[in-house]
C-alpha cells in the first residue's frame, strides 16, 4: 500500500492496508479488492515462476536464508503437493531501506531500459531479507521441518553445481545417496541429475549471453569436463547448440 488504505478480502478475511504495508499471496489464494479512494495508491507486483527464476540467479543463493520464512514461502509456491492458500503481511514503517528498494523496482520496472530485467532480479534479492525483518503477520500452514532440510539441499546444488554429485550431496547432509535422491524427487518433482542439469544450463545461458568466453571455458565453469558435454544438454533443454544460442541470443 503506497498510500491511503484498502480493505482486501483474504480467503473471505476482511484485512486493511495502510500505507507501508505489503502483503504477499499465494499463487492459488482468494482476494478482493474493496475500493479505494482518489488519494488511494495500491500496487500489484506479480513475481514470476520462481522454480525456473530464483535460485539460478547467483544472488539469491548468496543473500537468502534458506530458514527465513520469505524463503521457505517462495520456493514452496510452485509445489504441487501443498496448499496455496498462504499469506504473509509486512509492516515496512520501521524498515526504509525495503521501501526504498521496493521504489527502485517500480521506478526500474516503469523504465524503458532493456536490461532493466537484470536489474529487477538484483533489487529483488536484496528485498527479500529485508522483508523478513518487518513480518508482522504470517498465515502459512504449508511448512514443516522436512521442507527446511529440502530448502537447504537446493541452495546448495544452487551454489556447488559445478562440482556437486549425489554422494557428495548426500554426505554434506547425512543421507545415503539413494535415499537423498528419492527425497528429492518426492519433494520437488524432480531428480538430483534434472535439478543438475536445468542450474547448469541456465549458468551456461547466462554466459552465452552475457560474456565473451569460450564454449570450452563456460562447459568448464559449469561442470562439464569436456565440450560434447554441454553440446548434449543444451541440446535437450534449449533443442539448439551453444554455438547457435549465441548467434541468436549472444554477443
Do not use: W
Not at 473471505?12 to 500505507?19: G, K, S, V, W
Not at 505489503?22 to 515462476?49: F, H, P, T, W
Request: hydrophobic share 35%; charged share 20%.
Amino acid at each position: 500500500m503506497y498510500t491511503g488504505q484498502c480493505t482486501q478480502g483474504i480467503n473471505d478475511e476482511p484485512i486493511t492496508l495502510t500505507a507501508g504495508n505489503l502483503i504477499m499471496l499465494d499463487k492459488d489464494i482468494q482476494q478482493r479488492i474493496d475500493y479505494v479512494g482518489e488519494s488511494d495508491i495500491l500496487v500489484n507486483i506479480l513475481v514470476e515462476d520462481v522454480k525456473d527464476d530464483s535460485l539460478v540467479n547467483p544472488l539469491y543463493t548468496a543473500i537468502l536464508n534458506p530458514d527465513s520464512l520469505v524463503t521457505q514461502f517462495l520456493l514452496n509456491a510452485n509445489n504441487d503437493e501443498i496448499v496455496h492458500n498462504n499469506f504473509i503481511l509486512f509492516k515496512l514503517d520501521d524498515h526504509p531501506l525495503a521501501t526504498h528498494l521496493i521504489e527502485c523496482l517500480l521506478l526500474k520496472d516503469f523504465s524503458t531500459d532493456e536490461n532493466k530485467t537484470e536489474s529487477l532480479h538484483m533489487l529483488l534479492a536484496l528485498l527479500l531479507p529485508e522483508l523478513t525483518r518487518a513480518i508482522e503477520r504470517e498465515v502459512y500452514t504449508s511448512y514443516d521441518e522436512q521442507s527446511s532440510d529440502i530448502l537447504a539441499v537446493l541452495i546448495y546444488i544452487d551454489t556447488y553445481y559445478a562440482t556437486v554429485t549425489l554422494s557428495s550431496l548426500g554426505e554434506q547432509f547425512g543421507y545415503n545417496p539413494h535415499y537423498l535422491g528419492n527425497k528429492l524427487q518426492a519433494e520437488t518433482g524432480q531428480t538430483f541429475q534434472e535439478l543438475l542439469d536445468h542450474k547448469r544450463s541456465s549458468v551456461a545461458k547466462t554466459l552465452i549471453h552475457q560474456t565473451d568466453q569460450s564454449i570450452e571455458v563456460i562447459a568448464q565453469l559449469v561442470g562439464f569436463k569436456s565440450v560434447p558435454s554441454l553440446y548434449r544438454l543444451l541440446q535437450k533443454i534449449e533443442h539448439q547448440t551453444p554455438g547457435s544460442y549465441r548467434k541468436r541470443n549472444g554477443r
